[in-house]
């Protein structure tokens, strides 16, 4: 697949500087002498560009938790004072230059650019040449006149003239409620905030401070959409964020004080439950932990802005997520890959421990744990934070375990990524975007995590708990079960080390009905995995210095023919792949530990060691419990089993 054209921006806090844009009017006609600055513009959220949309109206989420009681209007003068910023246009305007707009042509993603109109701003707003709702919403969002915008502003009249008929067609050829369409619900949001940076830009280009009476349909539209949003509220989660800071603009815009308080209270309403106490939000992505992070900030600076005092819950909250993020921060200084997530670059937040993760420890405050547990499903945990070897020489991992899988999550409960020696040791299948094809099915189920499948089993989105766990110096330890499928329990059990660096796994399943039991291990795309011997494989990119050595020790369960399988860039089934963002497909090796039978037990073993070191061990028993003793690169260490199954490392 082509390479990603349109990723995540990455931006520094949701309260950074505003910035005031000046366009040249590039084809269109010279602005007029008297030639405006412009208008201010907020800098871009980290947020999803290229699809977000998949076929079907949003998830409502209801707030679960009690609601902030801390916004709260300032004083009269203050509101009356406000404003609210133009937003901006999420980068959907940048493959749409004013030329392309004077010509009714709409360009977003990997697609080709598309004449929409008849040249003179007469839309054909049933357009969707490429059968794909994504680029139907974006098209509904107007976030592609974003340029003609900025033009229309600093005087250019005829991008005015030209990006007004369009908006003004939408409104015309899309009356209240258009609930029936939707792409133009779903995108309502986003065209509320560029209705109001129209606005904006009408007012700076005509030099004006009063709307004139020709474009009173806009104010108009303003309001269909509050009424809109009023009536629909997408509950506590980002889309209902974005559209209470979007209400509240037009609250702002238009001195509506019912728009803004309803908005204040949505917020209120949602800010409890989208980031939770410890921190971690609902949306079982790290990728959108890190875009709510940012938005939370905009709808303070919203707030502050347009005369509300925020408060401290939502800054509070946003700290608790901040330290989230520092720990979900591997040691390559990227967020682990869980979810509907990019492989994306953690952001340098000015004065929160995630800053320190994100600048690979150059910067900002070291963070105050070393392992993170949250009730929300995830253990981060990492060997150090870079004081006693090089940072990105640190080990570090993630487990997934917690409440069934919800909006942004996949089914990838108990599944671990791990970083050591400076690159990825195990992955996810990674974001294939919200096309509902097979690719999405893929990502999003059980077979592209790191965890024991039951392939024969239809999928049940277990809760998951995490049952026993232990927190040393050198070793952690963690149990998790579930019920993954029909008359199917499992029980997953982790040790990871420090010093050798290395995790180990025992997955254990029982069922009613004949399964087959597969543990999978992830690889990353850049090596080339082997199977060495009937326990062992290799895995290393050529010509590096680490290789990883994946092997199964035979525990309470003698090792079968073909009870080691490497598959990659496999596509029937689809398995052996890793979207590191959503339009690039990279094959993969993933290494299978199989079973079949009515229950099973697999113990294994994960080393990244120096490719020229390998690995010797050797097993006894002590009474009840299981000691293998390891030798990694020349350092010994012995594990031990327990007859209930507790992992733990002898001193």
Not at 42 to 51: C, F, H, N, S, W
Not at 440 to 459: C, H, I, V
């Amino acid at each position: 697949m082509s390479a990603k054209l349109v990723g995540w921006i990455a931006t520094a806090s949701a309260a950074a500087v505003v910035a005031t844009l000046v366009i040249t009017s590039g084809s269109s006609a010279a602005p007029s002498p008297g030639r405006s600055a412009g208008i201010a513009v907020r800098p871009d959220l980290p947020e999803p560009k290229v699809a977000q949309f998949s076929a079907g109206r949003s998830t409502v989420i209801k707030p679960t938790a009690a609601p902030a009681t801390d916004i709260k209007a300032a004083s009269t003068a203050l509101q009356a004072a406000g404003r609210y910023t133009c937003p901006g246009y999420s980068g959907i305007d940048a493959p749409n230059p004013v030329a392309n707009l004077l010509k009714d042509t709409f360009t977003w993603s990997t697609f080709a650019p598309y004449q929409v109109g008849d040249g003179n701003g007469n839309i054909n707003w049933r357009s969707n040449p490429y059968s794909n709702p994504s680029w139907y919403m974006w098209f509904h969002s107007l976030r592609w006149l974003g340029k003609g915008i900025s033009a229309a502003a600093t005087g250019d009249t005829v991008a005015m003239d030209h990006v007004t008929a369009i908006a003004k067609d939408w409104v015309t050829d899309n009356p209240y409620s258009w609930k029936s369409d939707i792409g133009a619900y779903e995108s309502t949001m986003h065209r509320t905030n560029v209705l109001v940076c129209l606005r904006q830009a009408v007012l700076a280009g005509l030099a004006q401070t009063t709307l004139p009476p020709e474009y009173d349909w806009l104010d108009q539209a303003l309001i269909d959409h509050a009424t809109f949003l009023t009536a629909n509220w997408s509950g506590a989660w980002n889309h209902g964020t974005d559209e209470s800071i979007a209400l509240f603009g037009v609250g702002c815009t238009l001195d509506r004080a019912d728009y803004k308080q309803t908005a204040q209270d949505r917020l209120a309403a949602g800010i409890t439950t989208s980031i939770d106490p410890e921190g971690a939000t609902n949306e079982q992505s790290t990728g959108y932990a890190q875009f709510n992070y940012s938005l939370w900030g905009r709808a303070v600076t919203v707030l502050q802005d347009c005369g509300v005092d925020p408060g401290t819950t939502i800054t509070e909250r946003r700290a608790k997520l901040a330290e989230w993020l520092a720990l979900a921060t591997n040691s390559l200084g990227k967020l682990h890959q869980i979810g509907d997530s990019e492989l994306m670059a953690t952001g340098q937040f000015p004065g929160t421990s995630a800053e320190y993760a994100a600048s690979l420890g150059t910067k900002g405050t070291v963070p105050q744990q070393r392992v993170g547990i949250y009730s929300a499903g995830y253990v981060f945990g990492r060997t150090g934070w870079g004081q006693t070897r090089p940072f990105s020489q640190e080990s570090t991992y993630s487990i997934r375990f917690g409440p069934s899988r919800a909006l942004h999550g996949h089914s990838d409960h108990t599944g671990i990524t791990y970083t050591s020696r400076g690159r990825d040791i195990l992955i996810t299948g990674g974001h294939a975007g919200y096309q509902n094809d097979a690719w999405r099915t893929w990502t999003k189920g059980q077979f592209s995590a790191s965890t024991m499948t039951t392939p024969l089993s239809a999928e049940k989105y277990p809760a998951t708990k995490l049952t026993r766990s232990n927190i040393a110096a050198t070793s952690e330890f963690y149990e998790f079960k579930d019920v993954p499928g029909a008359g199917i329990n499992r029980t997953r059990a982790v040790l990871v080390l420090k010093d050798p660096d290395l995790i180990v796994s025992l997955d254990r399943a029982t069922s009613t009905t004949a399964q087959q039991f597969q543990t999978l291990w992830h690889l990353p795309s850049d090596q080339k995995a082997t199977v060495y011997s009937r326990t062992t494989a290799l895995a290393m990119k050529p010509g590096d210095t680490t290789r990883t050595i994946l092997f199964q020790v035979p525990y309470k369960q003698a090792l079968p023919p073909g009870a080691i399988l490497i598959k990659q860039g496999q596509t029937n089934p689809i398995q052996g792949w890793h979207y590191p963002n959503i339009t690039t497909r990279n094959p993969a090796p993933t290494l299978m530990f199989a079973r079949n039978g009515y229950a099973a037990s697999i113990l294994s073993f994960i080393v990244p060691a120096r490719a020229t070191r390998g690995v010797t061990y050797a097993v006894r028993t002590s009474g009840t419990t299981t000691i293998i003793d390891l030798t990694v690169a020349g350092t010994r260490t012995s594990i031990g089993i327990s007859a209930g199954g507790s992992l733990y490392r002898i001193a």
